[in-house]
Structure formats: structure tokens, C-alpha cells
T-cell receptor
Framework: ELKVEQNPLFLSMQEGKNYTIYCNYS?????LYWYRQDPGKSLESLFV?????AVKQEGRLMASLDTKARLSTLHITAAVHDLSATYFC?????????????FGTGTRLQVTL | EPEVTQTPSHQVTQMGQEVILRCVPI?????FYWYRQILGQKVEFLVS????????KSEIFDDQFSVERPDGSNFTLKIRSTKLEDSAMYFC??????????????FGQGTRLTVV
């Protein structure tokens, strides 16, 4: 059974600081996704990572994938309050099928002034 | 921009009652999903649907649950006899256009189900 773990579960950081959220998964996968969720809201797609060494950046967020280590990171640069949300990684183990996403536990990010 | 829409946004039901949660996936997508999220917890897979049949279902998706795509646009989740522990946010998702199978899943805004 695929297991997806994130750490930390909760992260409080000051505006302007940098930090990294880690996502480890237990079996081979070639598709990893990052989603953002605001309280009571839906899941907003941030990044799709499809190959080993993939790196994607959008604004202050950068995601990377190391399929050999079964690890993805979401790096936050110079955090701002608007980034406060819960971030989930999700893994799909198979390509080209209707396969489900297995979500991580989520990291609740709180950016303080 | 195309989006997945769900109705209702919030449903309160009595234990033992049947509920139907409705979703309109993005029109040219091929794969459809239901997930649920109990308050404060992670998102859990319930069922996937492709080519008018269930592709995969989780242990949560027992005989009380069913899905249907009755008219080629709506995708519904029925819970036959709700239990208190069914209270959760239910998300519908769709993905996968022909030739673009590795795209991400797009999620609806969710239906908050409260069983009392």
C-alpha cells in the first residue's frame, strides 16, 4: 500500500523567511502533485511533477522531485502572509490509467507578520 | 476557465437517510473521482470512474455507496443510509483529456455533508 508522509505537519514562519516542506512516498511513482487548500475550500493545483529531477517554480514556491529517493520538496522563498494555507502532496503510482491520488497528511503553513 | 462544479455546497441529513451528491466534471475529461476529507484530516480516495464503470474503489466505498453518470454530464455519489461518521467534505475531481493523460486532477469546491 502506498504511503505518503509529509513533514512538518505544522509550520509557523515569519514573513520573509525561507522554508522547505518534505513529501516522502513509499513506492515507485512517476507522478507527484502539490495542492494548496485554504480553510473550508477546495484543492487548488500548484505543481505537476512527472519525472526525476523535475523542478517547477511559481512565484515564491518551488517544487522538485527525486524519484530515486522517493522525495519531493516544496520550497518557500521569502514567505508572505498570503501563502498561509494547508499544502498537500499527492502521488499517483501509475501512468495513463484512472489511478487514484494518495494524499499526504498535509502541512499547515502559517505565515506571521 | 473550465471547472468542476458540485451541488449542494452544504447538506445536512439525518442518520439513516439517503443523500445524493452531485458533480459536473470538466466536459472533455475522461476520469472522474470522489474523495472525502474528514474535518482536519487528509484527503481520502473513495472511487474512480472511467468509461462508465468503476475503475477502483477504496475500503471506505462499501455497499452503502454508489456512483452514477446518468446523462453524460453529471456524476453522482449516493450514500444509501448515512451514518454519523459519513460527515465530511466530499470532493469530486476529474482529469485526463485524450492525449493528455498525465494532467493533474481538478477538484470541485466540495460538498460539506453533516449527518445528525
Amino acid at each position: 500500500e502506498l504511503k505518503v508522509e509529509q513533514n512538518p505537519l505544522f509550520l509557523s514562519m515569519q514573513e520573509g523567511k525561507n522554508y522547505t516542506i518534505y513529501c516522502n512516498y513509499s513506492t515507485t511513482s512517476d507522478r507527484l502533485y502539490w495542492y494548496r487548500q485554504d480553510p473550508g475550500k477546495s484543492l487548488e493545483s500548484l505543481f505537476v511533477l512527472l519525472s526525476n529531477g523535475a523542478v517547477k517554480q511559481e512565484g515564491r514556491l518551488m517544487a522538485s522531485l527525486d524519484t530515486k529517493a522517493r522525495l519531493s520538496t516544496l520550497h518557500i522563498t521569502a514567505a508572505v502572509h498570503d501563502l498561509s494555507a494547508t499544502y498537500f502532496c499527492a502521488v499517483a503510482p501509475h501512468t495513463g490509467t484512472a489511478s487514484k491520488l494518495t494524499f499526504g497528511t498535509g502541512t499547515r503553513l502559517q505565515v506571521t507578520l | 476557465e473550465p471547472e468542476v462544479t458540485q451541488t449542494p455546497s452544504h447538506q445536512v441529513t439525518q442518520m439513516g437517510q439517503e443523500v445524493i451528491l452531485r458533480c459536473v466534471p470538466i466536459s472533455n475529461h475522461l476520469y472522474f473521482y470522489w474523495y472525502r476529507q474528514i474535518l482536519g484530516q487528509k484527503v481520502e480516495f473513495l472511487v474512480s470512474f472511467y468509461n462508465n464503470e468503476i475503475s477502483e474503489k477504496s475500503e471506505i466505498f462499501d455497499d452503502q455507496f454508489s456512483v452514477e453518470r446518468p446523462d453524460g454530464s453529471n456524476f453522482t455519489l449516493k450514500i444509501r443510509s448515512t451514518k454519523l461518521e459519513d460527515s465530511a467534505m466530499y470532493f469530486c475531481a476529474s482529469r485526463g483529456q485524450v492525449g493528455l493523460l498525465n494532467t493533474e486532477a481538478f477538484f470541485g469546491q466540495g460538498t460539506r455533508l453533516t449527518v445528525v
